[in-house]
Structures are given as C-alpha cells and as structure tokens.
C-alpha cells in the first residue's frame, strides 16, 4: 500500500505512522497530518499518502496544493475519480467519503486551512488552478 515511489522522508513518516498508531507521525513540523487512501483512477490500486489536516463539525479537511504546481495532486485526481477512501487518524482508522468544498463552504475552508498552514496561501500565488479543499466524511 505504501507507495515506494515516494521520497524517503515521506516513506519514513508513513511507516512509523501506521507502526506506532499515530504516536510518531500524527504531528509533522508542528502541524497534524492524516493518512489518506485512495484508489488509482488507472490502476485501482490502493495510494496512500500523508497530508496536513483540518478538522470541523466531525468532517476532516485537506488541501491539494501540491506545493503550488500547476497540475492536481495525483491523490486528488484519484478521488475525483473513486469518491470512497480510507483515512487514518493517529490511530482511528475508518472509511470516508471525499467531496470538494465550492463557494463560500470552500472559502470558509481555506481560511481554517491557511491557519493550520500559512504556506498554502504562498502555493496558491504560484499557480493560476483554485487549489482544491476537500471534507472527509465518516462513513
């Protein structure tokens, strides 16, 4: 399920992640992260992948910023396509439905992401795409 084509350190914090139950990994550089499976729009495998995470009225919140690129995050595009994904939660694991945040529900959002991140608004400058914000639903 892990990716092997990821960088090592991402590698690194996914495994001790999932080892320790969240114990090491849940905080990354002072900010809480999630892991999120998805499945491959073209291979139907299962992606996982860790990201920095928001949290309101029970949902989960994540951005797909990828770092201000100009395309999508591959991990968004896959949700796009498969709505169901797996989310772990330091060590509360469970099934999720994905569903972009629009209009005001999407600004509200991003100002509750950009507290938690102040560099999402720096990857917003440089790319002309609206970065997606996403709410996690418990299933």
């Known amino acids: 399920m ?10 690194e914090h996914v495994e001790r992640y999932i080892a320790t139950g969240g114990d090491e990994g849940h905080m990354w550089g002072g900010v809480p ?3 999120l499976t998805t499945t491959g729009r073209k291979s139907g ?9 928001g949290e309101e009225n029970g949902t989960y919140i994540i951005v797909g910023s990828k770092g201000g690129h100009a395309l999508h995050p591959s991990w968004y595009e896959n949700l796009v396509a498969h709505a169901d994904v797996k989310v772990q939660v330091k060590a509360d694991r469970f099934s999720a439905r994905a569903s972009t945040a ?5 600004n509200r959002l991003w100002a509750l992401m950009t507290n938690i991140w102040e560099g999402y608004s720096e990857y917003q400058e440089r790319t002309v795409r609206k970065i997606p914000v996403v709410v996690l639903t418990r299933t």
């Open 2 to 11: 892990i990716d092997r084509a990821m960088p090592d350190w991402i590698t």
């Open 33 to 35: 992260t999630l892991l």
């Open 45 to 53: 495998d299962a992606r996982l992948i860790p990201l920095i995470y």
């Open 102 to 106: 629009i209009g005001e529900e999407r």
